[in-house]
């Protein structure tokens, strides 16, 4: 779940709180002795698929930043 969570188009620091409120749930469930298909209630990726939509996306600056990151940390593998 958290790795379709991260392929989406949410920020890093929306999907380190989904991703915090995800093991809290999971937590919860396995001190209750609940399956954690109980608690989702369904498919994963339908239920991703909801988290995501209720989300806001990543801005054009967020993106930029990312591109950049992404570029810098790859020409300093090539140096």
Do not use: H, W
């Not at 991703?48 to 992404?70: A, E, R, V």
């Amino acid at each position: 779940m958290i790795c379709y969570l991260r392929s989406s188009n949410i920020s890093n620091y929306d999907l380190e709180i989904v991703r915090q409120d995800l093991l809290e749930m999971v937590l919860s469930a396995q001190k209750r002795g609940e399956n954690i298909q109980s608690v989702i209630s369904g498919e994963y990726k339908s239920f991703c698929d909801d988290i995501i939509t209720n989300l806001p996306s990543k801005t054009i600056k967020q993106k930029i930043i990312d591109y950049c990151n992404i570029v810098c940390c790859g020409l300093s593998v090539l140096l």
